[in-house]
């Protein structure tokens, strides 16, 4: 299929809007709010068993099977599992246990429309990682079944459940920063992304990030959650994508680059820049959001506000005392302070909370389809070594 014949015939924003179960009022019979909602994982490597940790602590969350194909993977999840689970190395055969009420899908980006959309037909409600679907076709097949499912889909861009994030959202949306020209995003890290196989014929089951036809490397597994915050922000999708990368230092036989560098084109002439390095981690995880009036920077869980202008250390009101000095962080600016949550841990409870009250996640289907058409045009500007520019969306 074709990515213009798949934006043309599938219309998945418009779609996801106007005719998905729950606007149409196809109603399941959902939990009382203080009912335990059992959680069964697929796909317990690293993040699986980390999303564990974090359903172990959620009142009314709680975990009890898990499925994964490397035999030591299953062990580790059913051992990070804090009572007595099933475990099984087919999900479908998990997907049959009817205590089970709800599905996290943290496997290899290549199999989540598939085991999404098997879950959706069992009649559970799927929170389904990050990306969230691999190639326009998968996309669309992944947004048609959960627009015919009246169960919850939720995208696991954590982020969109931060409430840092949303109050920086509403920040910028009201004027703090003026009129946005750029965002400038980094995520680089020093290290090869390699883990251990104990049997050669592990790797790519193990090491499934390195091929691409199982990865969008970095870009899927990194920079898709800077691109979600970016058409958050702007409420847009990009028109056009320019991108280079390569496998210049980790000489391991790896078919995903190692380095990447895009420049996404939104139509209000907004430029967003995304670097991910695996060679220096200076600076880390970084997103810039640049402004006429001011630029707001985010890391991880901390987030600062930089004016333009001569008024960055001036005395103000603050707290209500006049003449006190305006807190000040050298290089950052203004610290934003909100109390929050480790974003993933909220985005699970806020997954709890959407099942219970029948409720579409802020990050749901068409965000994270959204996300991932811009991650698939991104693969093709770089490994096509060509300008992609989309037809008007939707």
Same mark, same amino acid.
């Given at each position: 299929?074709?990515?213009?014949?798949?934006?043309?015939?599938?219309?998945?924003?418009?779609?996801?809007?106007?005719?998905?179960?729950?606007?149409?009022?196809?109603?399941?019979?959902? #939990?009382?709010?203080?009912?335990?909602?059992?959680?069964? %994982?697929?796909?317990? /490597?690293?993040?699986?068993?980390?999303?564990?940790?974090?359903?172990?602590?959620?009142?009314?969350? #709680?975990?009890?099977?898990?499925?994964?194909?490397?035999?030591?993977?299953?062990?580790?999840?059913?051992? @990070?599992?804090?009572?007595?689970?099933?475990?099984?190395?087919?999900?479908?055969?998990?997907?049959?246990?009817?205590?089970?009420?709800?599905?996290? %899908?943290?496997?290899?980006?290549?199999?989540?429309?598939?085991?999404?959309?098997? @879950?959706?037909?069992?009649?559970?409600? %799927?929170?389904?990682?990050?990306?969230?679907?691999?190639?326009?076709?998968?996309?669309? &097949?992944?947004?048609?079944?959960?627009?015919?499912?009246?169960?919850?889909?939720?995208? /696991?861009?954590?982020?969109?459940?931060?409430?840092?994030?949303?109050? +920086?959202?509403?920040?910028? #949306?009201? /004027?703090?920063?003026?009129?946005?020209?750029?965002?400038?995003?980094?995520?680089?890290? &020093?290290?090869?992304?390699?883990?251990? +196989?104990? #049997?050669?014929?592990?790797?790519?089951?193990? &090491?499934?990030?390195?091929?691409?036809?199982?990865?969008?490397?970095?870009?899927?597994?990194?920079?898709?959650?800077?691109?979600?915050?970016a058409n958050w922000v702007l409420d847009e999708m990009p028109n056009q994508v320019m991108g280079t990368g390569g496998i210049d230092y980790w000489k391991?036989?790896?078919?995903?680059?190692?380095?990447?560098?895009?420049?996404?084109?939104?139509?209000? /002439?907004?430029?967003?820049?995304?670097?991910?390095?695996?060679?220096?981690?200076?600076?880390?995880?970084?997103?810039?959001?640049?402004?006429?009036?001011?630029?707001?920077?985010?890391?991880?869980?901390?987030?600062?506000?930089?004016?333009?202008?001569?008024?960055?250390?001036?005395?103000?009101?603050?707290? =209500?005392?006049? =003449?006190?000095?305006?807190?000040?962080?050298?290089?950052?600016?203004?610290?934003?302070?909100? +109390?929050?949550?480790?974003?993933?841990?909220? @985005?699970?409870?806020?997954?709890?909370?959407?099942?219970?009250?029948?409720?579409?996640?802020?990050?749901? %289907?068409?965000?994270?389809?959204?996300?991932?058409?811009?991650?698939?045009?991104?693969?093709?500007?770089?490994?096509?070594?060509?300008?992609?520019?989309?037809?008007?969306?939707?």
């Amino acid at each position: 299929m074709k990515r213009r014949e798949f934006i043309i015939k599938g219309s998945i924003a418009s779609a996801a809007i106007g005719t998905s179960a729950l606007a149409m009022g196809n109603m399941l019979d959902f #939990k009382n709010a203080n009912e335990t909602l059992n959680i069964g %994982v697929i796909g317990t /490597g690293d993040r699986g068993t980390g999303m564990i940790s974090n359903i172990n602590r959620i009142k009314n969350l #709680k975990a009890i099977a898990c499925s994964d194909v490397i035999p030591f993977r299953l062990d580790n999840g059913l051992k @990070a599992i804090n009572s007595k689970a099933k475990g099984y190395n087919d999900y479908r055969k998990l997907l049959d246990n009817k205590d089970i009420d709800a599905i996290l %899908v943290s496997t290899p980006f290549s199999t989540h429309s598939q085991i999404a959309i098997d @879950a959706l037909d069992a009649g559970k409600h %799927v929170y389904c990682e990050k990306t969230m679907a691999k190639g326009y076709e998968g996309i669309q &097949n992944l947004v048609e079944k959960a627009n015919q499912s009246s169960t919850i889909f939720q995208t /696991g861009h954590q982020y969109h459940s931060s409430r840092l994030y949303s109050h +920086v959202v509403d920040l910028i #949306k009201n /004027g703090k920063i003026g009129k946005i020209t750029a965002f400038e995003c980094q995520w680089n890290r &020093n290290g090869n992304w390699r883990r251990p +196989v104990p #049997k050669p014929e592990q790797e790519r089951a193990i &090491n499934w990030r390195m091929y691409r036809e199982f990865s969008g490397g970095l870009l899927a597994e990194l920079c898709s959650h800077q691109i979600d915050f970016a058409n958050w922000v702007l409420d847009e999708m990009p028109n056009q994508v320019m991108g280079t990368g390569g496998i210049d230092y980790w000489k391991d036989g790896r078919e995903t680059y190692d380095n990447i560098h895009l420049i996404y084109n939104y139509p209000s /002439g907004v430029k967003a820049t995304f670097t991910c390095l695996t060679n220096n981690a200076k600076d880390g995880y970084k997103i810039k959001v640049i402004g006429d009036k001011g630029t707001i920077i985010l890391d991880y869980a901390k987030a600062w506000f930089y004016p333009e202008g001569d008024n960055k250390k001036e005395m103000g009101t603050l707290d =209500g005392v006049s =003449g006190a000095t305006i807190k000040w962080e050298q290089g950052m600016g203004i610290p934003i302070e909100i +109390v929050h949550k480790e974003p993933s841990e909220q @985005a699970l409870i806020d997954f709890r909370d959407n099942i219970n009250l029948n409720k579409t996640p802020i990050s749901n %289907v068409t965000t994270g389809a959204n996300t991932a058409i811009c991650v698939q045009m991104g693969l093709d500007a770089m490994y096509g070594n060509k300008i992609i520019s989309s037809p008007v969306f939707y």
